[in-house]
């Protein structure tokens, strides 16, 4: 079992800047792919952004179009963390943003992918 605890949310305005940090606890951390969902209201849960592994062994990650350039996702193994760090935020990056594991290493964007999910942070951007 894998448990993941998402904070950092919280209020800006247009143009600033928030980092979300997503704990996990559990087994094999370093192994799993990470992702980042949002979910505004009224609208369907969306992909954000994903980090894990490839064949290789390299680690690779993936952004939804919206948000390349602003948002970097990032780990740190040690401490069983993965964080979203969002710049230059938007009025529609509003939602409720959630944090997912896999039990893979491969990054996927489909939720279906992701059996773990944390309870979600508040993001509020202001015009």
């Known amino acids: 079992q894998v448990q993941l605890v998402a904070t950092g949310g919280g209020s800006v305005q247009a143009g600033g800047s928030l980092r979300l940090s997503c704990v996990a606890s559990?087994?094999?951390?370093?192994?799993?792919?990470m992702g980042w969902f949002r979910q505004a209201p009224g609208k369907e849960r969306e992909f954000v952004a994903a980090?894990?592994?490839?064949?290789?062994?390299?680690?690779?990650?993936y952004y939804v179009d919206s948000v390349k350039g602003r948002f970097t996702i990032s780990r740190d193994n040690a401490k069983n963390t993965v964080y979203l760090q969002m710049n230059s935020l938007k009025p529609d990056d509003t939602a409720i943003y959630y944090c997912?594991?896999?039990?893979?290493?491969?990054?996927?964007?489909?939720?279906?992918?992701?059996?773990?999910w944390g309870q979600g942070t508040q993001v509020t951007v202001s015009s």
């Open positions: 559990g087994r094999a951390f370093s192994s799993r792919a």
């Open positions: 997912a594991a896999r039990s893979s290493a491969a990054i996927a964007t489909s939720s279906d992918e992701y059996p773990y």
């Open positions: 980090i894990g592994w490839r064949w290789s062994g390299d680690a690779t990650d």
